[in-house]
């Protein structure tokens, strides 16, 4: 079993709406917990960052974290079509190394 | 100009060859890493430095070796390339105190024929 298990879709919802993705990870260690994106023949780029359990909201962008279930979210809302990337959750045990999921492919049709 | 650049971009091999992937960064960060990504796997950590007199092999170092020139570079080298070594390669910084966030490069595209 993978330590970080995320669906990898792949996802395809029309401009305006919601997309939710998620995490689920087997470590109890982990403490920091990150959303990537990226684009095609992009490297990652850094989008949200949390720190143990609760939300945290940047922008049309929600992050969501509940260690008792090891659970995390991203929202999107009001998707646009500029959205369309795979979405990497990764997390950490404050050890300077993160482990990451395979990603979910997300496609906003205009 | 870019935080974390890669050399080269992509490249094309035959398999027993010498391969050098190099990174560069102006973040001023210490923390460096080495991934690859292949499809359904996600991101996969090879290598990575704290220091630069401090080199730590990942989950899949086999075949792969890397040098820790200065603050700013660090070297991935496959020594004699495989197939199964075909992927993309990236890059990572990190710096902040009390935070585990990464900072990737734009990639390599490796093809080992």
């Known amino acids: 079993q993978k330590e970080v298990e995320q669906d990898p879709g792949p996802l395809s919802v029309p401009e305006g709406a919601i997309v939710s993705l998620n995490c689920t990870y087997s470590n109890s260690a982990f403490q920091y917990f990150m959303w990537y994106r990226q684009y095609s023949r992009k490297g990652p780029e850094l989008l949200m960052y949390t720190y143990s359990s609760g939300n945290k909201e940047d922008g049309s962008f929600t992050a969501q974290v509940d260690k008792s279930s090891k659970y995390i979210s991203l929202f999107i809302r009001d998707s646009q079509p500029s959205d369309s990337a795979t979405y990497l959750c990764?997390?950490?045990?404050?050890?300077?190394?993160?482990?990451f999921g395979a990603g979910t492919t997300v496609t906003v049709r205009a | 100009d870019a935080d974390v650049t890669q050399t080269p971009r992509n490249r094309i091999t035959k398999t027993g060859k010498r391969i050098m992937l190099e990174c560069s960064q102006t973040k001023g960060h210490d923390r460096m890493y080495w991934y690859r990504q292949d499809p359904g796997l996600g991101l996969r950590l090879i290598y990575y430095s704290f220091d630069v007199k401090d080199i730590n092999k990942g989950e899949i170092s086999d075949g792969y070796s890397v040098s820790r020139q200065a603050q700013a570079k660090f070297s991935l080298s496959l020594e004699s390339a495989i197939p199964n070594q075909t992927a993309l390669y990236f890059c990572a910084t990190g710096g902040q105190v009390g935070a585990d966030t990464q900072y990737f490069g734009p990639g390599t595209r490796l093809t080992v024929l």
């Open positions: 990764a997390m950490s045990a404050n050890d300077y190394k993160l482990s």
